[in-house]
C-alpha cells in the first residue's frame, strides 16, 4: 500500500514539473475568446454571451464596464434608429403595394435614419471589443502576478519540491 502511494506521488509530482501550467484549481477568470475574421460572436467556456452577460462580466472591471456601458449606448441608439427607418421606409412600400398613393418623403427620412443606424452599430462593435480588450488585459496581469511555480531545488536538507508564487 506505501509503495503504491509512494509511486503515485511521484508520477503525481512528475506531471506537476512537466507542465504547471495545466493544473488549475479555478478557471472563472478565462479570458473572452472573439471570432478571429469578425471579433463577433464572443465566447467564454465555448458559451456565446449575450449583451445581459457582458454586463455581469465587467461588472467587476471598471475600465471594461465604461467602456462597454459606451458601447450599449451605441447599439441602444443604433436598434432604435433602425427600427424606425426600416419602419418608415415600410410604410410608403406597403402603400404602394395594396395599392394607396405612398409618401415617398418618408422613405426618404427612413433611409437617412438608416444610414445614420449603420456607423452607430459599428461603434458598437469596436467599443465592445475594446472592453473585452481591457477585461482580457486585465486577466492577464491578474495572472501573471498569480502565477505558482514547483521546482526541485537544492535545500539546506537535501533536495526538495519548492512552490514559488
Known amino acids: 500500500m506505501m509503495k503504491t502511494?509512494?509511486?503515485?506521488?511521484?508520477i503525481l509530482i512528475c506531471l506537476i514539473l512537466i507542465n504547471p501550467d495545466q493544473i488549475k484549481a479555478q478557471t472563472a477568470n478565462e479570458p473572452i475568446v472573439k471570432d478571429s475574421?469578425?471579433?463577433f460572436p464572443l465566447k467564454k467556456h465555448g458559451e456565446v454571451l449575450t449583451v445581459p452577460q457582458l454586463d455581469q462580466i465587467f461588472a467587476?472591471?471598471?475600465e471594461a464596464r465604461l467602456e462597454f456601458k459606451a458601447a450599449r449606448g451605441n447599439r441602444?441608439?443604433?436598434?432604435?434608429?433602425?427600427y424606425a427607418g426600416g419602419?418608415?421606409?415600410?410604410?410608403?412600400?406597403?402603400?404602394s403595394l395594396g395599392g394607396g398613393e405612398p409618401n415617398w418623403a418618408?422613405?426618404?427620412?427612413?433611409a437617412g435614419l438608416v444610414?445614420?443606424?449603420?456607423p452607430l452599430?459599428?461603434?458598437?462593435?469596436k467599443r465592445a471589443l475594446n472592453a473585452v480588450d481591457i477585461y482580457n488585459n486585465d486577466l492577464l496581469e491578474t495572472t501573471e502576478e498569480a502565477k505558482v511555480s514547483f521546482h526541485l531545488e537544492n535545500t539546506n536538507s537535501g533536495i526538495g519540491l519548492v512552490m514559488k508564487f
Not at 87 to 95: A, K, M, R, V, Y
Not at 121 to 125: C, N, T, Y
Request: net charge positive; proline share 5%.
Open 60 to 62: 467587476s472591471h471598471p
Open 76 to 82: 441602444d441608439m443604433s436598434m432604435i434608429l433602425g
Open 106 to 110: 418618408l422613405a426618404g427620412i427612413g
Open 37 to 39: 475574421l469578425r471579433g
Open 87 to 95: 419602419f418608415l421606409i415600410g410604410w410608403p412600400l406597403g402603400t
Open 115 to 118: 444610414i445614420i443606424a449603420i
Open 5 to 10: 502511494l509512494s509511486y503515485f506521488l511521484f
Open 121 to 125: 452599430g459599428s461603434a458598437f462593435k
